[in-house]
Structure formats: C-alpha cells, structure tokens
T-cell receptor, first 118, second 118 residues
Framework: GAGVSQSPSNKVTEKGKDVELRCDPI?????LYWYRQSLGQGLEFLIY????????KSGLPSDRFSAERTGGSVSTLTIQRTQQEDSAVYLC????????????????FGPGTRLTVL | EDQVTQSPEALRLQEGESSSLNCSYT??????LFWYRQDPGKGPEFLFT???AGEEKEKERLKATLTKKESFLHITAPKPEDSATYLC???????????????????FGKGTKLSVKP
C-alpha cells in the first residue's frame, strides 16, 4: 500500500489480558516509531527503530510494553497484563533516511489502533 | 526539558475569517519543527517542516513561520474543510543514538482544535 497501515483499527480487551498491535510501514522507510495518544493529551513517544540497530526504548512507560520489528519492516507492539490506563490510540509512523544526515525527514503516520481496556 | 506548548486549545472561526495558531517551544537544539493536521479518527497528516528562524512555508491557505522561540500557522480565509486539530512537534538535537539520516522521536504539543463555520 501507499501509506502506513495498522491493525486492528479497534481493540477492546479485558483488564489483565495481553494485546498485540501491528504496524506495516511505508516500503523503503527504515525508521519506525510508535506513539500513544490519550484523550486530551499530546502524542507520547514510545519506541523508535532505525534499520537493524538497537531500538530506542526510552519512551516505554513500563516493562509491560515491548515492541519488535522483524526483517526491518513490520513491527508489533505488545502490551502485557493490560490496565485501564493503557486505553488510548496507538499510532505508528515511518520515515526514510536523509542523505548526509544534515536534515531530518518528516514522519508519516498510520490511522492508529484504538485500544479500550475494560 | 524539551517542551512544546500550543495555543489556543480551541479556535472557532467563521468561513473567511483569517487567524493564527501558536506553537511555543523549548528545545536544547532544534532539528526541525513540524506541523501536522489530524482529522477525527485518523492519524496525523504531515503539513510542513521548518528548520531555521526566519523560514516560511506555504500550502494553499496555510502558511507556517518560525522564530527562535515559536512558530505560527497562519490560516487565510479558512473554509469549513480546514476544520481539524493542528499539531506542532519538534525534534531535538539531543538524540540518544547517533544514526545517520532520520534521527529520534518528535515531541508534540497537545494541539489546537480548529472549527470553521460556514
């Protein structure tokens, strides 16, 4: 597809269950980002992958959150033992590298997964 | 601490009534200021990137400007279809990982919700 895709679009789960959210970035984009958008809050950075390097996990709110990226493309965000405060829209974005590293490319976002924890 | 503040939180305009949205930022070394538009239930859509004070960019009825402390998104003669939430984000020079190309996460403001009435 032409853009970033995410699945599922909506996920309702019970407190304590594990969930997996999927992101398919734009073909050729080596950088992939996960953000969380809670009601009334700005987008909150979670994790960042760049190529085959170790990810930047500095935004993950707790050890219940993890993410992986297989083959430098598709990424899965996993939330274990979900809590009600995990309810939010989870957004994935991707970007392609610049030449020379002197400028910084925009990120293209997917439509998000709306997670509701009951 | 890097921070982005957007004002006003909400703005109601009549069709054709020009106005401006503000994005104030504090960052340890600006490596790009980004404007996005977000429609309900969708991911943010990229509008502009500004890199240095004095830079301006235009797209249809929108014009973005940048100073050393803030950015403005000017909307000239808005139409109802311009109604959306406008997000401002910055990328800091304080990157935890030293990659070439795209580097690091974006820090977002909470957005300005614009409503344009016919």
């Amino acid at each position: 597809g032409a853009g970033v895709s995410q699945s599922p679009s909506n996920k309702v789960t019970e407190k304590g269950k594990d969930v997996e959210l999927r992101c398919d970035p734009i073909s050729g984009h080596t950088a992939l980002y996960w953000y969380r958008q809670s009601l009334g809050q700005g987008l909150e950075f979670l994790i960042y992958f760049q190529g085959n390097s170790a990810p930047d996990k500095s935004g993950l709110p707790s050890d219940r959150f993890s993410a992986e990226r297989t083959g430098g493309s598709v990424s899965t965000l996993t939330i274990q033992r979900t809590q009600q405060e995990d309810s939010a829209v989870y957004l994935c974005a991707s970007s392609f590298p610049t030449s020379g590293g002197s400028s910084y490319n925009e990120q293209f976002f997917g439509p998000g997964t709306r997670l509701t924890v009951l | 601490e890097d921070q982005v503040t957007q004002s006003p939180e909400a703005l109601r305009l009549q069709e054709g009534e020009s106005s401006s949205l503000n994005c104030s930022y504090t960052v340890s070394g600006l490596r790009g200021l980004f404007w996005y538009r977000q429609d309900p239930g969708k991911g943010p859509e990229f509008l502009f990137t500004l890199y240095s004070a004095g830079e301006e960019k235009e797209k249809e009825r929108l014009k973005a400007t940048l100073t050393k402390k803030e950015s403005f998104l000017h909307i000239t003669a808005p139409k109802p279809e311009d109604s959306a939430t406008y997000l401002c984000a910055v990328r800091s020079a304080t990157d935890p990982l030293n990659y070439g190309g795209s580097q690091g996460n974006l820090i977002f403001g909470k957005g300005t919700k614009l409503s344009v009435k016919p």
